[in-house]
């Protein structure tokens, strides 16, 4: 079951890290966030985040899709509260 916390969680963090990511000349912070975002949903909800991979397992993990993926990732966050 996917709680409305989860939901609300996960868009927080990943909204506030895709701006400063889309925003960042710095290819060293580009990289911490993937790193960081990479952590965060490996410990997320399973199903919220197959949800929002729509079957992908390397949804927000390649880092050459990576910033399609945070800003589909955080699209359908948001259509989810």
């Known amino acids: 079951m996917i709680t ?3 939901i609300e969680t ?9 701006n400063v990511y ?3 000349s710095l290819d060293w912070q580009k990289d911490d966030i993937e790193l960081a975002i990479g952590s965060y949903v490996d410990d997320m ?8 991979a729509d079957g992908r397992s390397d ?7 990576f ?7 955080v699209e359908r ?3 989810m509260l």
């Open 45 to 52: 909800s399973q199903e919220l985040y197959e949800t929002i």
């Open 59 to 65: 949804f927000l993990r390649d880092h050459k899709r």
């Open 4 to 6: 409305k916390d989860s």
């Open 77 to 79: 966050l948001e259509q």
């Open 22 to 24: 889309i925003h960042s």
């Open 67 to 73: 910033q399609n993926d945070i800003a589909l990732a």
């Open 10 to 18: 996960a868009y927080s963090f990943l909204h506030q890290k895709r």
